[in-house]
């Protein structure tokens, strides 16, 4: 199927008006790798049409250094969307995402979306305005495309509690979330790591380690956040990574901050930089395996 390219958001609303059936939207900031086409090709399956917005969002960056280094290629990604089975890919400035609403050049406070109580902690404090700046675009994107379903995949575990609760408060679209797509090494897929030097690379592989490290813990029938925790600090204490947070959560109580009680589920988080480049990654802990690292070397042992 050829690709309609759309640069500009509002013929890219209007292509989708003119749709009928089910339409599946993947969000991305561009730099496609394997696991945004995964999403792609799973939105493909359960969808009539794919429409993916590739727009690096100045809104949710607060690194001045990280928004310019963040790796664009539209043409690019847009070839490889072709392949995976996307229908319609849109791009746009911010101007054009917001017409008439920037003040010079910005979006002001009072026009930004609320992120919810999802966006306290961990991402929230360490990225403040982050969340803001995401609820902001992502609300902008469902009104323009309107889809049926959105894809997203769970590595920003956090973003994902942020997007059900928008959704929920708008009243559409269905939200998928996705397993993380990783290398074998076990490093998650992140467009940022196109940005790691060989040796970041190999510190950057600590992260995964230490989460199915803290899953072995969970199997063996450790279950305080307290105890996992230091599971995880111990895993990561021989990296040079600079870590940021190793947290194990309640993914259902997210605000409360477990201690040494006894919990029935949890997802462990990491967010770490290697070298200039800001890592995260997470697992849950608990029930079924939410991604496909079970027969890696690493998943077991540690
Ligand atoms: O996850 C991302 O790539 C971005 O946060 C998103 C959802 C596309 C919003 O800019």
């Given at each position: 199927m050829t690709l309609q390219r759309c640069t500009d958001p509002a013929q890219a609303a209007a292509w989708c008006r003119a749709r009928e059936g089910t339409l599946?939207?993947?969000?991305?900031?561009?730099?496609?790798?394997?696991?945004?086409?995964?999403?792609?090709?799973r939105a493909a399956a359960e969808n009539d049409h794919v429409v993916v917005s590739i727009f690096v969002n100045p809104l949710q960056f607060g690194e001045v250094r990280d928004l310019e280094n963040y790796p664009r290629d539209f043409e690019g990604d847009c070839d490889l969307l072709e392949t995976a089975g996307a229908s319609m890919a849109f791009t746009g400035t911010l101007e054009q995402f917001f017409p008439g609403e920037l003040v010079e050049g910005d979006l002001p406070r009072e026009q930004r979306v609320d992120p919810g109580e999802a966006a306290l902690g961990l991402e929230g404090e360490f990225r403040p305005g982050?969340?803001?700046?995401?609820?902001?675009?992502?609300?902008?994107?469902?009104?323009?495309?309107?889809?049926?379903?959105?894809y997203f995949g769970a590595k920003d575990y956090q973003q994902t509690l942020v997007v059900r609760t928008l959704a929920e408060?708008?009243?559409?679209?269905?939200?998928?979330?996705?397993?993380?797509?990783?290398?074998?090494?076990?490093?998650?897929?992140?467009?940022?790591?196109?940005?790691?030097t060989p040796e970041d690379r190999e510190q950057a592989l600590y992260l995964s380690q230490a989460l199915f490290a803290a899953r072995e813990r969970w199997r063996a029938g450790i279950r305080?956040?307290?105890?996992?925790?230091?599971?995880?600090?111990?895993?990561?204490?021989?990296?040079?990574?600079?870590?940021?947070?190793?947290?194990?959560?309640?993914?259902?109580?997210?605000?409360?901050?477990p201690g040494r009680e006894s919990l029935e589920r949890a997802v462990a988080l990491i967010a770490a930089r290697?070298?200039?480049?800001?890592?995260?990654?997470?697992?849950?802990?608990?029930?079924?395996p939410s991604d496909a690292l079970e027969d890696l070397p690493f998943g077991a042992g540690l």
């Open positions: 599946g939207f993947v969000p991305t900031m561009g730099a496609l790798h394997e696991g945004h086409l995964s999403l792609v090709r982050h969340f803001e700046g995401v609820a902001t675009i992502v609300q902008r994107l469902f009104t323009l495309v309107q889809p049926t379903r959105a408060r708008m009243g559409f679209p269905e939200v998928v979330v996705c397993p993380i797509s990783r290398e074998t090494s076990g490093l998650a897929r992140s467009s940022r790591n196109t940005l790691l305080s956040a307290a105890a996992l925790e230091q599971h995880l600090r111990d895993a990561l204490a021989s990296s040079t990574l600079e870590v940021e947070y190793a947290v194990v959560r309640d993914p259902e109580r997210w605000s409360h901050v290697a070298g200039a480049v800001r890592l995260i990654d997470n697992l849950e802990l608990h029930g079924p």
